[in-house]
């Protein structure tokens, strides 16, 4: 069916509007300006959809876009900062099970013709389901619904086999266009359960890239399903979001130096085994102490890390900062790629505490930095500032960049136990003799640090 010039020219806006809003979300400065954009291209491009001639189920079309319009406004106004990981995760997701979802109906209907296209529509559907299960089990542990990582005995061969079977069972599809229904089932809950499987042994320290990783699959499942039905909206929206997810991903991937296929096969499961004992004591500090040091220090560098998300640190954190700059005190943040639950997850909580965006700084920009810096404040980091990433060859993170904390005069840590990262690998940076150790939770600790701060006037 051709579709009217109007629907057409409707689409192509929306798509604009999708890769100006992907432009803007490039800086910090724009973000916002792209992300209206971006909606705003999803408004025309839906409502150019009920333009469409003949369409039919107008009323569960209505009703869905009702209901999912009210769940998205309710839940967006309600979550917490500390909780954008794990609803990006489940969006991620909701867009693979969607894409996924298409792919099965139009099997189910036999529209699929043509070996190109019922191709099209079997790499959606199986990339859109591994996206759908794995975003779901990435949303479980962010939300602490799954406390551990769980590998099932002979991970990576089940891995392999599973993907091997639905591989072969899509390629059967094909050649059987259109395919019976007991194929489409059995191909499908061997997707679900790829997905599934191979995200279970998958840690907290891998997160970031894996969610990435997702957000990649359900753009070009969003994109091959877009060309199914000849939707040029989908088409461009989905290719862009899923080039730039799989560019997002190497860059992640690449900042903790570990290969993609490193991250899948032999992940970083919270209970990381090797690497050589750390020798030492930790030794302690109280917060007037640890104001009394950066009071009186040239240059102050804070690292913020997922503990100060958890506290709902930011603003105190911002906070003790101005106040150091009163009084003198050259203050910047270090953010390490994959601090955090997701990609920026730093770099948005710092923005919503206030903190200016030229006061922000990635690793290649700071790390020079440390050894002229009086103080490296740590909070709540702890794998992407251990120095055993440079050194111990036996290590699980060794070759991961990290933060060159070590390297200040003095170091203080704010943590709220003696425990390891979520790599499982002890911190040789806390035992080093110009680091100091501040037990609490991050927020009240940083409010007697300003309490301390102010009385020094």
Same mark, same amino acid.
């Given at each position: ?147 551990? !990582? ?65 957000? !990649? ?116 943040? !270090? ?17 919503? !505490? ?104």
């Amino acid at each position: 069916m051709t579709l009217p010039i109007h629907v057409q020219g409707a689409w192509f806006a929306g798509a604009l509007l999708f890769i100006l809003g992907l432009k803007g979300m490039s800086s910090p400065s724009t973000a916002r300006r792209g992300i209206v954009w971006a909606g705003v291209g999803m408004g025309v491009a839906v409502l150019a959809t009920f333009l469409i001639p003949g369409l039919r189920n107008l009323g569960l079309m209505l009703a869905a876009l009702a209901l999912g319009a009210a769940v998205a406004w309710v839940s967006g106004k309600r979550v917490k900062m500390t909780d954008m990981p794990q609803m990006v995760a489940i969006y991620n997701g909701m867009g693979g099970g969607a894409a996924a979802a298409i792919a099965a109906i139009e099997f189910a209907r036999g529209d699929a013709h043509g070996p190109v296209l019922t191709a099209l529509a079997t790499l959606g559907a199986l990339i859109g389901a591994v996206s759908f299960t794995g975003s779901c089990i990435a949303f479980a542990k962010l939300q602490g619904l799954m406390k551990r !990582a769980v590998r099932l005995p002979a991970q990576n061969i089940v891995n392999l086999v599973l993907a091997a079977l639905a591989l072969v069972l899509g390629g059967v599809m094909v050649a059987a266009a259109p395919p019976r229904p007991e194929l489409i089932y059995a191909f499908f809950v061997v997707a679900l359960a790829l997905g599934l499987v191979v995200t279970l042994p998958i840690g907290g320290a891998d997160m970031p890239v894996v969610i990435s990783l997702f957000n !990649a699959f359900t753009g070009l499942a969003v994109g091959f399903e877009g060309y199914v039905l000849g939707n040029p909206a989908l088409i461009i929206a989905g290719i862009v979001v899923g080039a730039a997810g799989t560019l997002l991903t190497q860059l992640m991937a690449k900042a903790m130096n570990r290969p993609l296929t490193n991250i899948i096969f032999t992940p970083i499961s919270g209970a990381a085994q090797g690497g050589q004992a750390v020798e030492g004591t930790m030794k302690e500090v109280g917060p007037l102490d640890a104001a009394a040091m950066m009071r009186y220090a040239g240059k102050v560098i804070i690292v913020p890390g997922y503990g100060m998300a958890v506290a709902h640190a930011q603003h105190k954190v911002w906070e003790m900062a101005e106040l150091l700059e009163e009084a003198g005190v050259e203050v910047k943040f !270090a953010i390490h790629p994959v601090a955090g639950r997701m990609p920026g997850h730093m770099n948005v909580l710092l923005a919503e !505490a206030g903190v200016p965006y030229d006061k922000i700084f990635d690793l290649q920009e700071i790390n020079g930095e440390f050894p002229q810096a009086d103080v490296a404040l740590i909070i709540g980091a702890n794998d992407v500032v251990n120095p055993v990433a440079r050194t111990d060859k036996s290590s699980p993170i060794y070759g991961m960049p990290i933060l060159d904390a070590d390297k200040a005069h003095n170091v203080i840590v704010i943590k709220r136990g003696k425990g390891t990262g979520y790599s499982g690998v002890e911190n040789a940076l806390f035992y080093e003799d110009n680091c100091r150790m501040l037990y609490g939770d991050a927020q009240p600790v940083a409010g007697e640090i300003i309490g301390h701060l102010k009385s020094m006037g």
